[in-house]
């Protein structure tokens, strides 16, 4: 405190300045012309008091960091003087990441027409330990507003039913455009596969011949090098189909507005991008960007418009709103783990488990759906390519093959744990050396042509371990009869005449066909050894291409590494116990191993078993699976987060987790709300709205009764609903002003601020004369009657009615009903419970600017 009765003293030296004068302020402070000593005293005293407010609540000193002004901001006009920092998205003060402002609407008001808006150009950093300023929140509250309320009176209930078939037309659009994307996703990474090994082996069994292995070598590495290429520069031209794009539809999904995220343009990257990327042979999946694709989908279809092309169909306009596109994102996942796995019923439980925040019978029903007509789609057009159309039993892009008679013994519930174990522990290294990596890659390979570099440095070096594994295995010859009952190509290289190169073939292979090999092929079929080198080679490699500049996935590879040790376990107890080869298959413990890495690494346990147990299309394999699961999410969880939860936290997004945990009650609405806050008057002058909007990025606003008098008094009239930006905005653009005594008339529509859904016009496209600043808004049709908390209510009281409810803005009011603060979801994501090797901690997070 002695620091801030230290700034108090400087602050004193803030007095009025004539018109036309610099004012001599150090701090971010806004005086009017004439203010007294003494009112400058008062302004300064709130500030204490609000510090102390915070030193009470926490119990520690809290310090008091005055922002410097720059007078190149400074506005005037006949009777204010405003002053903003350099940055607009900086506060006057900030305490521990908490925004305050002062209450005073009319100290922001400017009469100069010409300001500029100060330059939004910040460098944002990102971290676990901070929460990045620049993500919003997506507003899924149901609207209340007057207006709202006479659209559906005017509409009636047959419209209601209208919405409700839309719905389902929406979802089987959805359905199908997921399916066929997934189709030609699938073709074209066969084909594309199929022409490089084909060139690649001719190439080979001439040179073998000729001495000239070189060629091949070279050959495979620029075709590699040449597809990752152009994998890179979709990338660069779109980054935010970069990676698998799951982290992403989960922050969606959990109400953050992530840029770009459902755009035109993320979709044609995400798409070219995993194709090019997984023929050019990396260590990557197409099924995780398959997810953020149908999410893109339904996101597009949805609204009857894209905004990237200018196409607005004028159909659909209903479902222009957060909170609807919204529920059609989850069901656009839901089809892509559908199409990507062939599991509709998994694709359901991903999205409950993994994605939305919301979740009622009726959005079941229609993720279901979606998910359904996603297989079906995909299984029919699949079986018109392959040759037998109307043969619906393909099983997706991913075909594992069917266990059948696979039988398990009491006895190995034991193993089934420790392979748990085993794929925790490994899910836990890769999950923290990605992280190492990831931090590295922030720090100094932060240059596009330093990003490309590196993607072509794993593009040949994926190809140099290859050839070396090749070479290091040619003397592992098989015959090629028990390849054939997998109906899939085998290299013969090195091997004579009738057999096959065991390592070549899953080499020269996919990602999903080498899985299948792992597990259908017959016991002796792959070397220990190999299969050793292998595991570390391949779990190297995919842990250093996960993050390079690719739109990439990660179920397969994570698949093929506990494939490879969970065979290479069913060959040492096939070895120990070779009188008990019907139990201990290597092929059944290669499955187990895959289901256990997958969960070590993703940390999924219900939504993954479905899957695989829909993939394999063995039932009985169901409790295995289930075991191996959830022993291997506990045993990872003991040391760090999931995979997607790390990169999300990297990414310093305010994501919310299902609940908060019972200690924190000893946190109340105090502790975490950001105050005083910015009110608005329900009849608010044009010029007041107008000021605080180019002077403050905040997106929502408290509506007060506006008889109350808000120059003087900090806590200004009774709390009557909340008014959003892009609403304000939308009332000054249209013009829908009053004199101050007369009546408002002519109401907007729900249709005008649904027309720039979801670009919304920002405050530099709005112009006003001078005539129309002395005009007044009437804000009570337009406001929302937003829920409220008590003051004294504790943070898990907070938290459920804030995740449950999925607001944006959670207003703190007093006995009263008057407003004391704001809670939004940065307020809430600063505090995080930190798990760690069995410990369990309350840590608060810095928001950067």
């Not at 409950?352 to 029903?365: D, H, I």
């Not at 392959?386 to 099983?395: I, Q, V």
């Not at 005009?775 to 449950?804: E, K, Q, W």
């Amino acid at each position: 405190m002695l620091e801030s009765i230290w700034t108090l003293l400087n602050l004193i030296r803030v007095y009025t300045k004539k018109r036309g004068e610099k004012p001599d302020f150090e701090d971010g402070l806004i005086v009017r012309n004439g203010t007294t000593v003494e009112h400058v005293c008062r302004m300064v005293h709130r500030t204490l008091v609000d510090q102390f407010k915070y030193a009470l609540a926490w119990g520690t000193s809290v310090k008091f960091s005055p922002q410097r002004v720059g007078l190149s901001h400074v506005l005037q006009n006949e009777d204010v003087i405003c002053l903003m920092t350099d940055d607009e998205s900086e506060p006057l003060l900030r305490d521990n990441g908490r925004q305050h402002t002062y209450t005073s609407l009319n100290s922001y008001i400017t009469a100069n027409a010409n300001t500029t808006q100060p330059s939004s150009n910040t460098t944002f950093a990102s971290g676990e330990k901070l929460l990045s300023g620049r993500y919003e929140s997506l507003d899924y509250e149901c609207d209340e507003s007057e207006i709202a309320h006479m659209e559906e009176k005017r509409l009636g209930y047959q419209h209601t039913r209208r919405l409700v078939v839309l719905k389902w037309f929406i979802m089987l659009l959805i359905g199908i455009s997921t399916g066929l994307t997934a189709v030609f996703v699938d073709y074209t990474v066969k084909k594309l596969t199929k022409f490089k090994f084909s060139y690649v082996q001719n190439k080979l069994d001439y040179c073998l011949a000729e001495h000239c292995l070189f060629q091949p070598y070279l050959a495979w590495i620029g075709i590699n090098m040449g597809m990752v290429l152009v994998a890179g520069f979709l990338i660069l031209w779109e980054p935010v189909a970069r990676g698998s794009g799951i982290p992403q539809v989960k922050c969606y999904l959990n109400g953050v507005a992530v840029p770009h995220v459902l755009r035109l343009k993320a979709l044609v990257a995400k798409v070219l991008g995993v194709i090019f990327a997984v023929s050019g042979g990396l260590a990557v999946g197409k099924e995780g960007p398959m997810i953020h694709s149908g999410a893109i989908i339904a996101g597009g279809i949805s609204q009857g418009k894209s905004s990237s092309l200018k196409i607005d169909l004028h159909i659909f306009k209903y479902f222009r709103t957060d909170k609807h596109k919204r529920d059609f994102v989850a069901a656009g996942a839901a089809a892509g783990v559908a199409a990507a796995f062939g599991a509709p019923v998994g694709g359901v439980l991903f999205a409950l488990e993994e994605g939305a925040s919301f979740f009622n019978q009726q959005l079941t029903w229609f993720i279901f759906f979606a998910s359904m007509v996603s297989t079906f789609t995909l299984n029919v057009v699949l079986s018109a390519i392959e040759g037998h159309f109307g043969d619906l039993s393909s099983p997706g892009l991913i075909n594992f093959g069917l266990f059948k008679d696979v039988p398990y013994m009491w006895f190995e519930l034991p193993l089934f744990i420790l392979v748990g174990f085993i794929g925790g522990i490994f899910g836990a290294v890769f999950n923290q050396l990605n992280l190492r990596l990831t931090k590295f890659r922030h720090h100094y390979i932060n240059k596009r042509w330093l990003l490309v570099i590196e993607l072509l440095l794993v593009a040949a070096t994926t190809v140099v371990i290859a050839f070396l594994l090749i070479i290091g295995t040619m003397n592992e010859c098989r015959p090629i009869k028990t390849q054939l009952e997998l109906n899939s190509p085998t290299i013969q290289l090195f091997c004579p005449d009738g057999q096959y190169n065991t390592m070549a073939t899953i080499v020269f292979s996919t990602p999903e066909q080498a899985v299948r090999n792992l597990f259908h092929s017959e016991i002796g079929t792959y070397n220990a050894w190999s299969l050793l080198a292998f595991c570390i080679v391949y779990f190297c490699l995919t842990c250093w291409t996960y993050g390079v500049i690719v739109s990439s996935g990660l179920f397969i590879p994570s698949l093929l590494i506990g494939a490879s040790w969970g065979r290479l376990i069913g060959i040492i107890l096939h070895t120990l116990f070779p009188t008990s080869v019907k139990y201990f298959d290597p092929g059944k413990y290669a499955l187990f191993g895959a289901a256990s890495q997958l969960g070590g690494t993703m940390r999924m346990t219900i939504s993954l078993a479905v899957i695989l147990i829909e993939a394999t299309g063995d039932i009985v394999l169901g409790l295995p699976i289930m075991i191996v699961l959830t022993v291997a999410k506990l045993t990872g969880d003991y040391f760090n987060e999931g995979f997607f939860d790390i990169h999300i936290a990297l990414q310093s997004v305010p994501f919310l987790p299902w609940e908060s945990e019972a200690f924190a009650s000893q946190l109340s609405a105090l502790s975490i709300m950001s105050a005083p806050v910015i009110q608005i008057k329900t009849v608010e002058k044009v010029e007041n709205i107008y000021c605080v909007l180019r002077s403050e990025s905040h997106h929502g606003f408290p509506v007060v009764d506006h008889h109350a008098d808000n120059i003087t008094n900090q806590r200004s009239g009774t709390f009557q609903g909340i008014i959003l930006r892009h609403q304000l905005i939308t009332i000054l653009r249209k013009r829908n002003f009053i004199s101050f005594n007369d009546n408002l008339r002519d109401y907007l529509t729900v249709d005008d601020f649904r027309e720039s859904y979801p670009r919304h016009p920002s405050i530099e496209s709005v112009h006003l004369t001078n005539d129309e600043r002395e005009l007044y808004c009437d804000l009570r049709p337009y406001m929302n009657l937003a829920y409220t908390v008590s003051h004294r209510s504790t943070l898990p009281r907070i938290f459920g009615m804030f995740r449950g409810l999925g607001l944006r803005h959670l207003v703190v009011v007093n006995d009263k009903n008057e407003v004391v603060g704001m809670i939004t979801r940065k307020d809430l994501a600063r505090f995080r419970m930190k798990h760690r090797k069995g410990h369990t901690s309350i840590e608060e997070l810095a928001i950067s600017n």
